[in-house]
C-alpha cells in the first residue's frame, strides 16, 4: 500500500520537500488569516470568482486561491488528503514537476469552475478558494496508473483510489458549498497530464 506513511517526520520533510511546503503554506496563510481576523490579509484579493471566467486581467487568482482555505474542516481534509496521498506522487515525478503537475491542475480546477458557474449562475458573489482542484489532480494522476497501469499499482492501492474518487465525488454532488467543479476539473487535468509528465521524467 503506497498511502500508509511510515516515515519519521524529519524523513517526511527530506524525502517529500514540496509537500511539505505546499502543507506548510496552506497552515500559514490560514493562521494568518484567522489570527488576524482578516486584516492581516486581504483575503478578497486572492480569491477565484467562478463567476468570472474572463476575468484575465487578475490571473494570479487562479493559483493564489488554490492556498486559501473556509474554515477548520476544510483545511483539515484538504492537509490531510496532501499529507496521506500526494507523497508518493511526488517520489514518481520527482519535485519540480510535481510541484508544476499540482499548480497546473489547481488552475483547470479553478478554470472549469470558473466556465461552469459562469453558465449556471450569475452571481458576482460567487468566490472559490481551497487546494481541492489540486488534489484532485493527484488522484487523477492515481487513477491514470490504476487503469492504464496496473502493474504500478498494487491492488490495495489501486482499490483505495477507486473507493476515495468514488466516495469523494459523490460527497461532492451531494453536500452544498462545494465546488464540484473544481473537483472534475482538477480530476480530468491530473489524469491527463500525469502521462506526460511522468514520460518526461523517464
Not at 500526494?86 to 480546477?109: D, H, K, Q, W
Request: positive net charge; proline residues 3%; aromatic residues 18%.
Amino acid at each position: 500500500m503506497i498511502f500508509l506513511r511510515y516515515e519519521s517526520f524529519r524523513s517526511y520533510l527530506r524525502l517529500y520537500p514540496v509537500t511539505s511546503t505546499l502543507l506548510a503554506l496552506n497552515v500559514l496563510v490560514f493562521m494568518l488569516n484567522y489570527l488576524g481576523n482578516g486584516n492581516l490579509i486581504n483575503f478578497g484579493a486572492f480569491v477565484a470568482f467562478p463567476g468570472d471566467p474572463y476575468g484575465l486581467q487578475e490571473p494570479w487568482r487562479y493559483v493564489t486561491s488554490i492556498v486559501l482555505h473556509y474554515g477548520w474542516e476544510h483545511l483539515f481534509f484538504n492537509s490531510f488528503s496532501t499529507l496521506v496521498f500526494a507523497p508518493p506522487l511526488e517520489r514518481l515525478l520527482g519535485s519540480f514537476r510535481y510541484t508544476i503537475f499540482y499548480v497546473l491542475c489547481g488552475i483547470v480546477g479553478n478554470i472549469l469552475s470558473a466556465l461552469m458557474f459562469n453558465m449556471i449562475s450569475s452571481d458576482p458573489a460567487l468566490v472559490t478558494v481551497g487546494a481541492s482542484g489540486a488534489i484532485y489532480g493527484i488522484f487523477g494522476a492515481y487513477l491514470n496508473l490504476a487503469i492504464l497501469q496496473k502493474s504500478s499499482l498494487d491492488e490495495a492501492s489501486r482499490k483505495t483510489v477507486f473507493m476515495i474518487l468514488g466516495f469523494g465525488l459523490i460527497y461532492s454532488f451531494l453536500v452544498s458549498n462545494i465546488n464540484i467543479w473544481a473537483h472534475v476539473g482538477g480530476l480530468i487535468a491530473g489524469f491527463l497530464l500525469y502521462s506526460q509528465f511522468a514520460r518526461k521524467n523517464k
